[in-house]
């Protein structure tokens, strides 16, 4: 396995652990508070859709030419990777409250409390959130499963990536029944914002006709930039905050 294919298999998986913590967060708060059958039948329906969507997705993408593939991968990857890169460097700074997933958990259920129950038959209410968490994590990690592994033409690398990080999650879940709270999501959330971005950068170029030095061991090289570019906003931001704004933002 090359350097390239281990950053590959890295970035899917934790990426996939970060979405698969907060579906799991969503399912396990209404399976608790109201009932699992429900639960259980949004997670079935939120599979099947994405299975329809790997299925539309995958033939699709290795039919277009390598190098407009890498440049329509590299643009999305970017928009993806600077997107968490953003969140991730704003909460480290303090200017934006850490994400927490016990928060989310309680949250969910304070809303799976108050929604209406009803009078017999299939409760609509856990049905629908257990499918839409399902199904709007899951297409983060089918896109970047699809793409990654349709780039460098390791579908099955990369989606074995995946499925690690999901019965990873999955298991932890079973045998806690609780939010993750532990997990270091954040961190998480910055080390594949900075990943996604390096890729998108280097297979968006290559896309665009650039040949890079050295080809793939420019990574080497995109992707320390990246994170001490990072890091250089996060301390600039911190030094730049007054202490007591730091405070607020860390409780908001």
């Known amino acids: 396995m ?18 698969t913590v907060e579906a ?3 399912v396990v708060a209404v399976g608790v508070t109201r009932g699992w059958r429900g639960a259980f039948l949004g997670v079935g329906a939120g599979l099947a859709a994405l299975a329809v969507v790997v299925g539309a997705l995958g033939p699709a993408l290795t039919a277009i030419p390598l190098s407009a593939l890498r440049l329509v991968v590299g643009g999305l990857l970017l928009v993806f990777g600077l997107g968490w890169l953003r ?6 700074g303090g200017v934006k409250a850490l994400h927490n997933e016990e928060e989310s958990f309680h949250a969910q259920r304070e809303a799976a409390r108050d929604a209406a129950v009803a009078a017999g038959g299939l409760d609509t209410y856990g049905f629908t959130v257990s499918f839409k968490g399902v199904l709007l994590e899951g297409l983060e990690v089918v896109f970047i499963v699809i793409t990654f592994g349709a780039n460098q033409g390791r579908i099955g690398l990369a ?26 999501e954040n961190t998480m959330k910055f080390a594949v914002g900075a ?31 990246t994170f001490v570019v990072s890091l250089a906003m996060v301390v600039a931001l911190r030094r730049g905050m007054p202490a007591a704004t730091r405070r607020r933002a860390r409780v908001a």
């Open 87 to 92: 969140k991730a460097i704003l909460r480290a």
């Open 24 to 26: 799991a967060t969503i």
């Open 159 to 184: 989606a074995i990536g995946a499925a690690a990080a999901v019965l990873l999650v999955v298991g932890a879940v079973v045998i806690v029944r609780a939010p993750l709270s532990r997990v270091p």
């Open 2 to 19: 090359t350097a390239n294919t281990a950053l590959l298999v890295v970035a899917v998986f934790l990426a996939s652990m970060v979405e």
């Open 195 to 225: 990943l996604l971005t390096s890729f998108g950068t280097f297979w968006g170029a290559e896309g665009a006709g650039v040949t890079w030095p050295g080809a793939d061991i420019a990574l080497a090289v995109i992707i320390p930039v």
